[in-house]
Structures are given as structure tokens and as C-alpha cells.
């Protein structure tokens, strides 16, 4: 659910972005968001999903794919004229292309250091959040 004076702001959604993230970055952006502690919609899945295809690729192809796809969410990001936290942006970005080649030392610094802005929803304990941000900066491949 969206309020209706979100919409001059949050369309178009940019080709490839996620809608329900882009609208909440939006949103955030502009605006607040609100938590509604009820189920409003349910999980499906089915032969085709997006999650069903997902498993049925390697390990190492699913790394590459989601490396992919965060870059180009960041740059779609970077490129929301709504976009309050640009600097902040750029410099994820910038150091999410340093992982392509080689673990990153400056990414995990970076992740570990934002953990609290970055890993809002994370319902896991503190030593799983740094395991997060050990993984997201490994090399790819």
C-alpha cells in the first residue's frame, strides 16, 4: 500500500528495478514508511518463479548474478533524482565493483561499519550480520 501523492515521485519504476524497493527508497526518501505488523499478501511459488530458476543454478553462476544485479541496483539508485544519500551510494557502489576481481578489505569495513543502516530487516544475531558482510565482499566466482 502506497500513499496516492507518493506516485508523482516513484514513477516511472526504472527498467530492472525491483518495484516494492524502489517504491519503499522512494518513499524513504521523500516521505516515511510504516510498518504494518499483519500478513497482507502470501509467498508463491511455482516452476517458473524467479526462486524456483535461481536454485537451479550453480553456485558460482548465483554469485555472479546477484554481484550483477546489486551493481546495477546501485546505479539505478545513484541515479534516483530522489536519491538523499547519493555520496553514500556512490561509495558502496565503488566499492562493490572492487570485489569483482579479489576479496575487499575496504568493503567489509565499509559494510561492517554501516551494518545498522544497512541491515535494518536482518532478524539474525551479530555474528551472522558480520558473516554477512565477510561473504558480500569475497571475490566473485
Not at 514508511?33 to 499483519?38: F, G, P, T, V
Request: charged content about 30%; some cysteine.
Amino acid at each position: 500500500m502506497i500513499r496516492k501523492d507518493l506516485i508523482k515521485y516513484a514513477f516511472p519504476i526504472p527498467a530492472n528495478a525491483p518495484y516494492d524497493i524502489w517504491i519503499a527508497f522512494v518513499a524513504s526518501n521523500v516521505g516515511t514508511i510504516s510498518y504494518a505488523d499483519e500478513i497482507l499478501t502470501y509467498w508463491r511459488q511455482h516452476a517458473n518463479s524467479y526462486t524456483s530458476n535461481y536454485l537451479k543454478k550453480s553456485k558460482k553462476q548465483r554469485d555472479i548474478d546477484d554481484w550483477e544485479e546489486r551493481i546495477a541496483w546501485l546505479k539505478i539508485l545513484l541515479n534516483c533524482t530522489h536519491n538523499s544519500i547519493k555520496e553514500f551510494t556512490a561509495e558502496l557502489l565503488s566499492l562493490y565493483l572492487l570485489r569483482q576481481k579479489k576479496f575487499s578489505v575496504k568493503l567489509l569495513t565499509f559494510l561492517i561499519k554501516n551494518r545498522k543502516d544497512l541491515f535494518v530487516f536482518w532478524r539474525k544475531n551479530e555474528v551472522s550480520l558480520l558473516n554477512e558482510c565477510r561473504k558480500l565482499s569475497r571475490k566473485i566466482g
